[in-house]
């Protein structure tokens, strides 16, 4: 149990140290598409450099990045809530069922959407075309968003295997 | 399911009320109630037997398969 007191410390503390960062990205985020669209450049100058491209391309862009940050963090949030249900000893709870898949689901996406969106980005932003073969972080999200599915999967058979358990007689 | 556990006939023919069929063949009261309104997914041979024992009665007094 140590174990798990450790790494609920930890989610927590990823938690708490990815959540302030993200209310200062979102209020960046608001002024850049509703206030001054060239905050952007002041800030990431030399980031993307191609300054004649259109600038709601480069809202949308960032627009992605920002959803997909906002669903890494719910991920986590999501993953928090888990543990709970682990240190309460209810680790065959249908929500830790249910919220394995979630997050294994919305893994997959912030990877596949963060491989697109890079890619878009490289091509559009920078005029790169560039595809990424080796390990790249996206790749490591999408196999661990598969691991929670099978994970989730694997608790459900185990929670059938328990309620028969207990309904053997 | 198509298994149906007639106990309760048994134990209204063998005039035995449920918690001393439970007292004497081991198992909780609880236990006996899952296996007695059908809730039941398994039935371990022990059980049976003791209950058979019991009971002085076969198994398919207590099983009965019917199709719906």
């Keep these: 149990m140590r174990k798990l007191v450790i790494l609920k410390s930890l989610v927590d503390f990823v938690w708490i140290v990815t959540c302030i960062p993200m209310i200062g990205l979102l209020v960046f985020f608001a002024v850049y598409v509703f206030v001054d669209s060239s905050i952007f450049n002041s800030v990431f100058n030399g980031v993307f450099l191609a300054e004649n491209q259109p600038e709601w391309l480069k809202q949308l862009i960032a627009l992605i990045y920002v959803v997909i940050g906002l669903v890494s963090i719910y991920c986590l949030f999501i993953f928090r ?89 | 399911m198509p298994i149906v556990v007639n106990l309760d006939i048994m134990l209204a023919k063998r005039g035995m009320k449920s918690n001393e069929l439970a007292e004497i063949i081991g198992i909780t009261t609880a236990n006996l109630s899952i296996l007695k309104t059908g809730k039941a997914k398994a039935i371990r041979f022990s059980t049976l037997e003791a209950i058979c024992k019991a009971l002085d009665c076969q198994p398919s007094d207590i099983l009965e398969y019917i199709e719906y």
Aim: charged share 20%; hydrophobic share 50%.
């Design chain 1, 81 to 169: 809530k888990t543990l709970r249900y682990f240190q309460q000893m209810k680790p065959f709870h249908s929500d830790v069922i249910i919220n394995f898949y979630k997050i294994g689901y919305m893994l997959i996406g912030v990877g596949l959407g963060g491989t697109f969106v890079t890619f878009a980005a490289r091509l559009l932003l920078k005029g790169e075309f560039k595809i990424s073969l080796g390990l790249t972080p996206h790749i490591i999200l999408i196999c661990l968003g598969l691991f929670f599915m099978v994970l989730s999967e694997v608790f459900k058979v185990a929670k059938q295997a328990k309620e028969e358990n207990e309904l053997t007689v």
